[in-house]
């Protein structure tokens, strides 16, 4: 007998945001995650006073002013502003690529010498057509800023050579010529006041929730349970890896309290050389504008991923795409069951693109 109208698999930001659309439209929903808390990747974990990203730093931005306005409506963000700093060769330079960072780069002063100077360092190279990341690379940023900045963070971070990489992947990365350290392009960017548990706990408010129990382990029996499966997992494991095993990139991280009030002055800084095994380290205060006497740091080891390992990010190459095209398929013929999230669609997705995905297929399911 089925008590509910979806059963809903996982609890990050597709699940809570299908459970509460859902629940507001009258249906009745059980949110179920693996985990012992919800949220997913966006959890965050008290330690000090501070609230650490505990699944790696997430920082919400969007151009879409209904998005903003839905976070908001649940916990209020603040005016946080994402500029990361690049530890490169012992010298510190400012993140995204721009004006600051041609100029401790190279001591250019104008937008004119600047963009005289990357062309030149693309025309040694003379990419046109890229292929891969390293020639997406030098065709956008030429030769200094790609083995600065680029080569040896991303070949540690994917663990793969950057020729092998799509180049979709550095796309994220803008270029400008103004002296502008915001990361983002976006008009709406924050962290909410008091952490992302606020907007899960928001959207998930008066709905059934179960933490600590894994779908899989009694599938049958779940399913039992409504007349709906919403599954935000792995699609590979859905179908039990029965066309092969889709691959992710993993992370440790390793968290330190330090008996200090500010360790690097800032949220994030990369560190881009080979040398230091880590990718960045985190200084969760600063994304609240924290005062506590202590801090709490996070280095982010990139690590591979086996299948008893957290999936942070798929390997979209040619091989990992085409496997999950197979599955697409295969999930397109389910009459009962809705397929979405980073880990479903198999997507390097961004907060505000998951939520406006489960905002859209919430629409089409209830409308
Ligand atoms: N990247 C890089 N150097 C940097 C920062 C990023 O080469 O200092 C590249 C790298 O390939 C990385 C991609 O840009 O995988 C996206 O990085 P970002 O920090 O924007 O994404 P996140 O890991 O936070 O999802």
Request: proline share 2%; hydrophobic share 35%; glycine share 6%.
């Amino acid at each position: 007998m089925s008590n509910y109208d979806y059963l809903i698999v996982g609890s990050g930001l597709y699940g809570a945001v299908f459970a509460h659309e859902a629940t507001k439209a009258g249906k009745k929903c059980l949110v179920l995650d693996k985990r012992n808390h919800t949220g997913g990747n966006v959890y965050c974990e008290n330690t000090e006073g501070i609230n650490v990203h505990k699944y790696g730093a997430h920082i919400f931005h969007t151009n879409d002013k209904g998005l903003w306005d839905y976070v908001n409506q649940f916990v209020e963000f603040n005016n946080y502003v994402n500029s990361p700093l690049a530890y490169s060769k012992n010298k510190l330079y400012n993140l995204p690529f721009n004006m600051n960072t041609f100029y401790q780069l190279w001591g250019t002063i104008t937008p004119k010498e600047a963009k005289a100077k990357i062309e030149e360092q693309i025309l040694l190279f003379g990419v046109k057509d890229p292929k891969n990341l390293e020639e997406q690379a030098l065709s956008l940023v030429g030769k200094d800023i790609y083995e600065n900045f680029i080569k040896e963070y991303t070949e540690k971070q994917w663990g793969r050579k950057a020729t092998e990489l799509p180049a979709f992947i550095i796309k994220r990365l803008p270029v400008r010529f103004t002296f502008d350290n915001n990361y983002f392009n976006d008009k709406y960017q924050g962290i909410p006041i008091g952490g992302y548990n606020k907007l899960i706990d928001g959207l998930l408010k008066d709905i059934d929730v179960q933490t600590g129990v894994d779908y899989f382990s009694d599938k049958k029996k779940f399913d039992k349970q409504a007349k709906k499966i919403v599954f935000t997992g792995k699609i590979d494991e859905f179908y039990g890896y029965k066309l092969g095993i889709l691959e992710y990139r993993s992370l440790n991280f390793i968290n330190e309290v330090l008996d200090t009030d500010n360790f690097q002055g800032n949220a994030v800084v990369n560190y881009n050389d080979a040398e230091y095994e880590f990718t960045r380290i985190i200084e969760h205060k600063h994304f609240e504008f924290g005062k506590q006497a202590k801090t709490v740091i996070t280095k982010e080891y990139p690590q591979e991923w086996d299948i008893n390992k957290e999936a942070f990010y798929p390997i979209n190459d040619a091989k990992n795409q085409a496997l999950f095209e197979e599955y697409k398929k295969l999930s397109l013929q389910e009459e009962n069951v809705i397929f979405g999230g980073r880990l479903s669609e198999y997507k390097y997705y961004d907060m505000h693109q998951v939520i406006a995905s489960a905002l859209t297929s919430a629409k089409k399911e209830l409308s």
